[in-house]
């Protein structure tokens, strides 16, 4: 896995619309205890410094928390107040909106075929595919995520609807055979947990999860021309919010004392999914204990449950990646602090 699985053009002609999710009235607090971190890492058989790592991959937004301390923050063109673009981070909070829908009964089984919530499927190659197959990357539909993912960007950032697209979408091979990293998937689980909540996907985000896990800002999430929020990209929102989501997961989805994600949800979407050793649920794994949401470019929230350890890191670059090397540089600092 040389470099994170997804390619978004930058070069859209326009940001896509995006709805606004509100701030929690009781956000979790983080205890700034903000001090220098030396750290160095070895891969490749080369011995590598995180300031030598951070600067090479174009860094804006890097923090460290351990529990609920923020033990390193640092910014480079940016601030603590910037909202920093997801990119594919959001499919792990798709994730964790399927999860709460499921336990709220709104989703009844992850083997129902996605049908059951979006009949207008029935006519494409999702027809038949189960909501776990979507969650596992395993669709089998047809998808090139470089090629395909940019003109799906752009059609959003005119302002056109993507469920069109999807509705063309043809099966390439069964469902749940193999892994191929495809981001229409995402979309359409979040068009699930509108159709099955009743209620649209960026107000269901903020209701159960984002308000709940006790997030402090605002934050904005792209949608479609039809205002369907994208759900594989596209949430615009500070580091320190997104150390917080997570938080949440190294809690076992809990916040502020109260249960938020299902703590079997949590341990579900964050081990291997049965078609990629290194994929869960919408989350990548390190291959022990730790996981991490990732999204082009570089970004990462990357969770390590051992050194109760939640690492952040945020750039406005569109370069290229080696998430072999980011994690061997992650677990060295999670295992420093």
Request: aromatic content about 10%.
């Amino acid at each position: 896995m040389r470099s994170i699985l997804i390619a978004l053009t930058l070069a859209a002609p326009a940001a896509p619309p995006a709805d606004v999710i509100r701030p929690s009235a009781d956000p979790v607090p983080l205890v700034n205890a903000n001090r220098p971190l030396s750290v160095t890492y070895t891969y490749q058989g080369e011995r590598r410094t995180l300031d030598d790592f951070l600067t090479r991959t174009k860094t804006n937004g890097f923090l460290v928390l351990r529990g609920q301390k923020i033990v390193h923050e640092r910014y480079t063109d940016a601030s603590r107040s910037t909202r920093f673009q997801s990119w594919s981070m959001a499919k792990s909070f798709t994730s964790a909106a399927i999860g709460v829908a499921l336990k709220e009964g709104h989703i009844r089984s992850l083997d129902d075929p996605v049908t059951r919530y979006l009949p207008e499927l029935g006519r494409s190659g999702y027809d038949d595919v189960s909501i776990r197959n979507l969650l596992r990357m395993s669709s089998g539909t047809e998808w090139d995520e470089g090629k395909d993912v940019p003109k799906m960007q752009a059609a959003a950032s005119k302002g056109l609807p993507l469920m069109p697209r999807v509705v063309r979408q043809r099966p390439d091979w069964a469902p749940g055979t193999q892994f191929e990293y495809n981001s229409m998937n995402s979309y359409v689980l979040a068009r699930v947990i509108t159709e099955a909540t009743g209620t649209p996907y960026h107000r269901y985000v903020e209701k159960k999860i984002w308000r709940p896990a006790g997030m402090a800002g605002t934050a904005r999430i792209s949608a479609d021309g039809d205002g369907h929020s994208l759900g594989y990209c596209c949430i615009h929102a500070t580091d320190r919010d997104y150390a917080r989501f997570g938080l949440l997961y190294l809690r076992q989805g809990k916040a502020n004392g109260k249960q938020v994600v299902p703590a079997s949800w949590v341990k579900a979407s964050t081990r291997p999914s049965g078609v990629n050793p290194r994929y869960g649920l919408h989350w990548w794994l390190g291959g022990g204990k730790d996981f991490m949401a990732a999204g082009f470019g570089g970004q990462y929230v990357y969770v390590s449950p051992e050194h109760d350890v939640v690492i952040v890191k945020s750039t406005t670059s569109t370069g290229q990646h080696d998430q072999e090397e980011v994690l061997a540089a992650f677990r060295a600092v999670a295992a420093a602090v």
